[in-house]
């Protein structure tokens, strides 16, 4: 039966947070189990499809490991280290559970025989390590069958969630290096309707890497801007924009991914759950995220879908469909969603692009965007309210309380802003045209050299001899890396000595 489009158009307003690198079963896989149990057990729609009572098991070389609760929300090393996602691995982990415990093996054992304990990719969180996904999962929605785009790692399942395609890779080689500027993503799709949007995130953008039409700022476009901060060049922040009812039709936001050194752009912590990275932080994000929608003017007609973009070598039980890589954490939020009831719909990346261009765009827009996003299935059947309901803010235990002024960090940026994207940007204005010449290189160079300088003089005092060093030869180490991404744009172009 068609969904009425009466029933999408309750929704004005879709955000989209992706987070990284965990399995469905090892952050939210306890809600099978008891005593976190959500569903009942007679209704069997109603129960989310997570880990048994009874622990799962697997076996290599004779031995047995079991799923256990891991106790923590760090994952250190020496003893933890990252779990193997490359797409040689995740192919061996969909075909065969018993390789989840290989893989980690065969990644870390030679290099940390004394530490690793191949059990541990088998762990998993429970309501009080994610007092905040648990809180989301009872009160909204929880999506228990949806998977990634692809059997591999982190671009290619990014790629597919914006593109719909990552060009058959799995994982990240130097042919999708050299293609990752050409990806015709939904957001074109968007403009051509013109509907409003834009990317949050704390810099750069990861879309200025997939598509080229956004890779540099263009004046008649206003679509990025930070999480929380503001610069002369981005005066929008996520947090200001929706306590002003002001987000777009479209918002995507990106966590931090990276921590970064003290005095240098962006948050000190990152907050987007890949390993080693605290869970907590994560936690905290999507607290800050999920409020700052609810006490938005434009709650009662916004879809918020947080989710991750592949599971990271973490175990999940459930096998997916070929091409589709394992299970990922999902959650539907909205006041128009049933309390506590799953979503079972198989779902995947692309069904974000599906559902976006479903609300705000047309049938061709859907069929440009290729197979995948064609034959994908949409989240709308979730939205069964007749109307919005009360939503209260967060009440876990263990939840910190969120103070959305402390972070609404209205002063402005003293570097007027991302250095990382002043470099994109100088990089992108020396590789246009024809041939280049070692002059045109130099020119680089000295361009680069004034972004660094410019950065130098606003860097606090007092970080200590450590930064200092780096920072004396950071003009060489920039000449270097602006050499490789001209070469990187010119592709096989041969760049001809500078004639006297």
Not at 152 to 172: C, K, L, Q, S, Y
Request: a negative charge; proline letters at 7%; charged letters at 30%.
């Amino acid at each position: 039966m068609a969904l009425d489009p009466a029933v999408r158009e309750r929704i004005e307003h879709i955000v989209v947070v992706m987070m990284e690198n965990r399995s469905f079963d090892h952050m939210l896989g306890y809600l099978g189990k008891s005593p976190w149990r959500l569903g009942d057990p007679s209704d069997p729609d109603s129960v989310v499809e997570g880990l048994r009572d009874e622990e799962d098991t697997v076996t290599w070389e004779g031995q047995e490991y079991s799923t256990f609760p891991l106790g923590t929300t760090k994952w250190e090393a020496p003893a933890r280290q990252d779990p193997p996602h490359s797409g040689k691995m995740v192919g061996w982990q969909v075909e065969d559970r018993d390789r989840y415990v290989w893989a980690y093996r065969q990644k870390h054992e030679q290099e940390h025989a004394d530490d690793i304990n191949p059990q541990d990719v088998l762990g998993y969180l429970t309501a009080d390590q994610v007092p905040i996904y648990d809180f989301l999962a009872r009160e909204f929605c929880v999506c228990d069958h949806w998977f990634c785009s692809v059997a591999g790692a982190t671009w290619p399942n990014r790629m597919f969630a914006v593109a719909g395609t990552a060009g058959g890779e799995t994982d990240i080689p130097q042919t999708v290096l050299e293609g990752l500027w050409g990806k015709h993503t939904f957001f074109r799709e968007l403009d051509t309707k013109k509907v409003s949007w834009r990317w949050y995130s704390s810099d750069p953008s990861l879309l200025r890497a997939f598509d080229n039409e956004y890779r540099t700022d263009k004046t008649d476009q206003d679509h990025f801007a930070y999480f929380n901060e503001r610069s002369s060049r981005q005066p929008n922040n996520f947090l200001k924009d929706a306590r002003g009812g002001t987000l777009p039709s479209v918002s995507w936001v990106d966590p931090n991914f990276f921590k970064f050194p003290l005095g240098l752009d962006g948050p000190a912590e990152a907050n987007d759950d890949h390993p080693p990275h605290d869970v907590l932080l994560g936690q905290r994000f999507i607290h800050v995220v999920y409020e700052a929608l609810r006490r938005s003017p434009q709650w009662e007609r916004l879809l918020l879908i947080v989710t991750y973009d592949e599971h990271g070598g973490f175990y999940d039980h459930v096998k997916p469909k070929r091409p589709l890589g394992p299970r990922v954490p999902t959650l539907l939020i909205s006041p128009w969603v049933a309390r506590g009831r799953p979503y079972k719909r198989e779902l995947e990346h692309t069904s974000i692009i599906k559902s976006v261009l479903q609300r705000f765009a047309d049938e061709r827009a859907i069929e440009v965007m290729g197979p995948r996003v064609y034959y994908a299935d949409d989240v709308w059947d979730a939205i069964t309210e007749t109307s919005p309901r009360s939503c209260p803010p967060v009440t876990t235990p263990g939840a910190a309380a969120i103070d959305l002024d402390e972070d609404l960090n209205e002063t402005e940026l003293r570097f007027p802003g991302s250095t990382l994207q002043r470099v994109i940007e100088v990089i992108d204005k020396h590789s246009r045209g024809g041939k280049r010449s070692r002059g045109d290189l130099v020119d680089l160079q000295e361009d680069l050299i004034l972004v660094y300088e410019e950065m130098r003089r606003v860097v606090p005092r007092g970080i200590g001899r450590t930064f200092s060093r780096i920072a004396r030869k950071l003009p060489n180490v920039l000449s270097k890396v602006g050499r490789r991404v001209v070469d990187l744009f010119l592709g096989d172009r041969k760049i001809p000595d500078r004639q006297p």
